[in-house]
């Protein structure tokens, strides 16, 4: 549940509907997602959260498939279901496979196991890593 009511158009204010437009503008779409509607009680730092996320997920020197894999990976380690699920479905519609997602769920695994374990045990970086 979140700790906010998520605000439709008609609640939010003048800002927030403008961010709402451009949503809808940029996504081609009549829709406007929960975590958007959840910010738009602050409209200052939902319209710098907007035009933060266009600026890093736009097309750059990472494919912005590639973009929104780390981004589930990061979701998955940091505990966010939401935008696991956000972000799953924009990797969807950008291309993965399901073969993909499995290897990068692998992945994910992998890490946080070896992560872990070199935490756990303290081990010193490698010299040759320090570059």
Request: proline share 5%; with cysteine; aromatic share 6%.
């Amino acid at each position: 549940m979140a700790t906010l009511p998520l605000l439709d158009d008609e609640a939010a204010g003048p800002e927030a509907r403008a961010v709402f437009d451009d949503i809808r503008a940029r996504r081609n779409t009549d829709y406007v997602n929960n975590f958007w509607r959840a910010l738009a009680h602050d409209p200052a730092l939902l319209k710098s959260t907007w035009e933060r996320v266009q600026e890093v997920m736009a097309p750059g020197e990472l494919d912005p498939l590639v973009k929104e894999l780390i981004y589930v990976a990061v979701s998955t380690v940091n505990g966010c279901s939401y935008c696991v699920h956000s972000h799953t479905a924009a990797a969807r519609a950008k291309g993965m496979t399901p073969g993909q997602h499995a290897e990068l769920l692998r992945v994910v695994a992998l890490a946080s196991q070896t992560n872990a374990l070199a935490h756990a045990l303290q081990v010193e970086p490698d010299e040759r890593f320090k570059a």
